[in-house]
């Protein structure tokens, strides 16, 4: 089944505790996005990734951080969260660029920081 | 700059209603335009996208939207609503094949028995 996995799906963290969001995709798709989203906002971007080691800054890229080794593995790394990262976070891969074909997202995570 | 709105936030439609979600959208050149539904606790699924030729385009779950370049709008209908459409969508505008990709701020969608 072609699907975009994250992990964990929940997480409640302290300040300044670095973590890792896991983004896995099984279709071989060369592009790959971070998003969070806030009520009133919608989504915004944070990275993207055209391909293994190109990555790129969306709208939204502070405080995160991003790689991409492995061309179906795209994790997002907060190295020091802040209560105003508390949002949902989503993954998306497309075989071409987002706006050129469909995303397929990833079920969320739910990140809190206290 | 390109940015989309979404003039409802809320919108409560009885089951059997039609439906129409506005969405309404700034962008200089020919924009390429989506629609995605977030059923709860789920990701976003793609219901239907518009890149060129025919304004009315046909997604899944019975869905259309209908480009209309002189209002700037891409608006989602459904003749007849069902309880499982409850949820939230998202219309987005980008560029053809370009990752500079915009989200409106969502119209939340409740389906009344």
């Known amino acids: 089944e072609a699907q975009v996995t994250q992990n964990p799906r929940y997480l409640i963290t302290v300040t300044g505790k670095k973590l890792t969001v896991t983004c896995s995709q099984n279709m071989n798709h060369e592009y790959m996005s971070w998003y969070r989203q806030d009520p009133g906002l919608g989504l915004r971007q944070i990275y993207y990734?055209?391909?293994?080691?190109?990555?790129d800054k969306g709208d939204v890229p502070e405080g995160y951080k991003v790689s991409r080794k492995e061309k179906r593995n795209f994790p997002l790394i907060l190295e020091s969260p802040s209560p105003n990262q508390t949002s949902l976070y989503f993954c998306a891969s497309s075989a071409r660029t987002p706006s050129g074909d469909t995303q397929y997202f990833g079920p969320g995570t739910r990140l809190t920081v206290l | 700059a390109q940015s989309v709105t979404q003039p409802d936030i809320h919108i409560t439609v009885s089951e059997g209603a039609s439906l129409e979600l506005r969405c309404n959208y700034s962008y200089g050149a020919t924009p390429y335009l989506f629609w995605y539904v977030q059923s709860p606790g789920q990701g976003l699924q793609l219901l239907l996208k518009y890149f060129s030729g025919d304004t009315l385009v046909q997604g899944i779950k019975g869905f259309e939207a209908e480009f209309k370049r002189s209002q700037s709008s891409f608006n989602l209908r459904k003749p007849s609503v069902h309880w499982s459409d409850a949820a939230e969508y998202f219309c987005?505008?980008?560029?053809?094949?370009?990752?500079?990709?915009?989200f409106g701020a969502g119209t939340r969608l409740t389906v009344k028995p």
């Open positions: 990734s055209m391909n293994v080691e190109v990555t």
């Open positions: 987005a505008v980008g560029p053809y094949n370009n990752n500079d990709m915009r």
